[in-house]
């Protein structure tokens, strides 16, 4: 079974627009790391976030926000005001301390940003 | 730019042949971690190293091979290279990737590996 879902394979919106990536993510830890990368069209990835599993607290970062809600396993990613540089694909990632540092990548959600 | 570094960027290889990617993890890293992407499975782990001995296999092939070495930098062997094993490859590394303790993981930028 998969152990993080991102539903949205792809998304367009227009420059400006508010957008949100949804991860679905299902572990039995307690303990449990999420994380958000982003790989340009360029290829590598880019760490955006990591995020524990006893840190509930919602966080921004400029125009990203990321919201984390254990009742719904779901560590969703929001952009606000976006640009064409934001066109990327977007991966959610978990880790489970008792499995070491291995990470589960979502199949990730390739985000198109209009101008 | 995350600190680590692969190379080659591009290889281009024959089916039946044999190629070595090289990673140089970011000063201070420990753990050397492998991924391989393609559009069908996704990014997908292979295998990570902790200070030189191997510490966590994924989906790793009996055709590939890793080892890390007293300097930390990693190689990543794959050998009878078939068709299907045309994909990104991605080097990360981490501080400790001891267990019990989940570090962020920073990526280099990919060998793209194209088998004719």
Known sequence: ?115 | DSGVTQTPKHLITATGQRVTLRCSPRSGDLSVYWYQQSLDQGLQFLIQYYNGEERAKGNILERFSAQQFPDLHSELNLSSLELGDSALYFCASSGTGVLRFTDTQYFGPGTRLTVL
């Open chain 1, 1 to 115: 079974a998969q152990k993080v879902t991102q539903a949205q394979t792809e998304i367009s919106v227009v420059e400006k627009e508010d957008v949100t990536l949804d991860c679905v993510y299902e572990t039995r830890d307690t303990t449990y790391y999420l994380f958000w990368y982003k790989q340009p069209p360029s290829g590598e990835l880019v760490f955006l976030i990591r995020r524990n599993s006893f840190d509930e607290q919602n966080e921004i970062s400029g125009r990203y926000s990321w919201n984390f809600q254990k009742s719904t396993s779901s560590f969703n990613f929001t952009i606000t005001a976006s640009q064409v540089v934001d066109s990327a694909v977007y991966f959610c990632a978990l880790s489970e301390v008792n499995t070491g540092n291995q990470f589960y990548f979502g199949t990730g959600t390739s985000l198109t940003v209009i101008p």
